[in-house]
Each structure stands twice: as C-alpha cells, then as structure tokens.
C-alpha cells in the first residue's frame, strides 16, 4: 500500500505560485500513472494533473492548463504540483493520488490518497 504525504499549501495572493510535494513510501513514483486532485467546499472532487509512468504523458484539467505543471524527481520520490498565476477559484484541498497501472487512462484508476494540504488563494 502506497503512503503519500503531501506539503506546500498555504495562503498565497492571486497571481502568485505554490509548489506541492507528494513524497511517497511503499511505493515508487517513477513507475505508475500518479495525479493530483483537489476538492473545495461543497464541490465535488476534481482532477487537476496526472501524468504515466517515466513521465511519457502529462494531461490537465481544462481550469489549470498552461498554469500548472505536473512532475517528479526519481531521486526523492516526491512527486510535485507546480502551481503558477493563481488564482481564488484555484482556492482547495489538494490531493495526491497513486494507481498501480503504468498508463493514465481516466480519472478512476487511483486508489492510494494522501491526506490533502490546503491552498487558499486571496484576491
């Protein structure tokens, strides 16, 4: 069973950047399909960023495209979220989400999670 703790929320003005980290255990990154999700208040869960094994395709929820970048480093183990031009809607509990498959093939293949760090944007 996968453990992944997640890091790097805060409070953060519009307009500006956060970096999420997802250091994984029981489990190496590099070799699965891994994403990350987010869930505000009284919305359902939404995907944000996932991306196959050895990094060979990345896809984004329409809201985050060319804003955030998904990515790893073998090394750490650590997968990371990196979160630019924020804006009050990106506003979120932020999951990071593991499968067992190499490839991405929905939203519905991850059955790890971690605990969420919140992000809240300001205007």
């Known amino acids: 069973q996968a453990q992944l703790v997640e890091s790097g929320g805060g409070s953060v003005q519009a307009g500006g950047s956060l970096r999420l980290s997802c250091a994984a255990s029981?489990?190496?990154?590099?070799?699965?399909?891994m994403g990350w999700f987010r869930q505000a208040p009284g919305e359902e869960r939404e995907g944000v960023a996932r991306i196959d094994h050895n990094d060979m395709w990345a896809l984004y929820g329409d809201s985050v495209k060319g804003r955030f970048t998904i990515s790893r480093d073998k090394g750490k183990n650590t997968l990371y979220l990196q979160m630019n031009s924020l804006k009050p809607e990106d506003t979120a509990m932020y999951y990071c989400?593991?499968?067992?498959?190499?490839?991405?093939?929905?939203?519905?293949?991850?059955?790890?999670w971690g605990q969420g760090t919140q992000v809240t944007v300001t205007v």
């Open positions: 029981g489990y190496t990154v590099n070799n699965y399909c």
């Open positions: 989400a593991a499968t067992r498959t190499y490839y991405c093939s929905g939203w519905t293949d991850f059955n790890s």
